[in-house]
T-cell receptor, first 115, second 115 residues
Framework: DTGVSQNPRHKITKRGQNVTFRCDPI?????LYWYRQTLGQGPEFLTY????????KSRLLSDRFSAERPKGSFSTLEIQRTEQGDSAMYLC?????????????FGPGTRLTVL | AQSVAQPEDQVNVAEGNPLTVKCTYS??????LFWYVQYPNRGLQFLLK??????LVKGSYGFEAEFNKSQTSFHLKKPSALVSDSALYFC?????????????FGRGTSLIVHP
């Protein structure tokens, strides 16, 4: 499968714990995006990378959220000291900057439940 | 600033009937418009996009959308609905030039096709 993959698909954690999600983009895509989606809402943009550079991170929800893409391939999203309000679907998408429309291809998402 | 509105939370249609899912947008420049579909517990799947050219855009699974600049709309249509089309549909917009390359998504419209 050459699409965007995300792991794990589901994560249940207790409040206060740290969690990390992984996203593997389509191999030839140099842009990678993270979104959060809550019930009844569309995807809410969090951050994005072009290659290994994080070009926009001001919309990360708090300083508990951080993302990395160290070698310009896969990316991780970490949430520290999780809160019940962090429960949501976390979506990753990728695109190719040569495609001027920047059409994004989405992964299946990681569903986080914070107890 | 860019924004998108999906005025209907839910659309109900009988199988075999035509369907329309509405989307209106607001941008300062030219719009790049997208429709995505999301099935339960899945990521978003791309349906179609409008960048430039013909106002009627054809996409996956028999869907099409009509770009109307004067009404700032990009409604999704299908001539004959299938039960399997039941899903959540998201419209997204990105403005060009000068945009942030990040699309803004609507809240989504739940399409229910009745047998």
């Amino acid at each position: 499968d050459t699409g965007v993959s995300q792991n794990p698909r589901h994560k249940i954690t207790k409040r206060g714990q740290n969690v990390t999600f992984r996203c593997d983009p389509i191999s030839e895509h140099n842009r990678l995006y993270w979104y959060r989606q809550t019930l009844g809402q569309g995807p809410e943009f969090l951050t994005y990378f072009q290659n290994e550079a994080q070009l926009e991170k001001s919309r990360l929800l708090s300083d508990r959220f951080s993302a990395e893409r160290p070698k310009g391939s896969f990316s991780t999203l970490e949430i520290q000291r999780t809160e019940q309000g962090d429960s949501a679907m976390y979506l990753c998408a990728s695109s190719q900057s040569r495609d001027r429309s920047y059409e994004q291809f989405f992964g299946p998402g990681t569903r986080l439940t914070v107890l | 600033a860019q924004s998108v509105a999906q005025p209907e939370d839910q659309v109900n249609v009988a199988e075999g009937n035509p369907l329309t899912v509405k989307c209106t947008y607001s941008v300062s420049g030219n719009p790049y418009l997208f429709w995505y579909v999301q099935y339960p517990n899945r990521g978003l799947q791309f349906l179609l996009k409008y960048i430039t050219g013909d106002n009627l855009v054809k996409g996956s699974y028999g869907f099409e959308a009509e770009f109307n600049k004067s009404q700032t709309s990009f409604h999704l249509k299908k001539p004959s609905a299938l039960v399997s089309d039941s899903a959540l549909y998201f419209c997204a917009v990105r403005e060009e030039p000068g945009g942030s390359y990040i699309p803004t998504f609507g809240r989504g419209t739940s399409l229910i096709v009745h047998p």
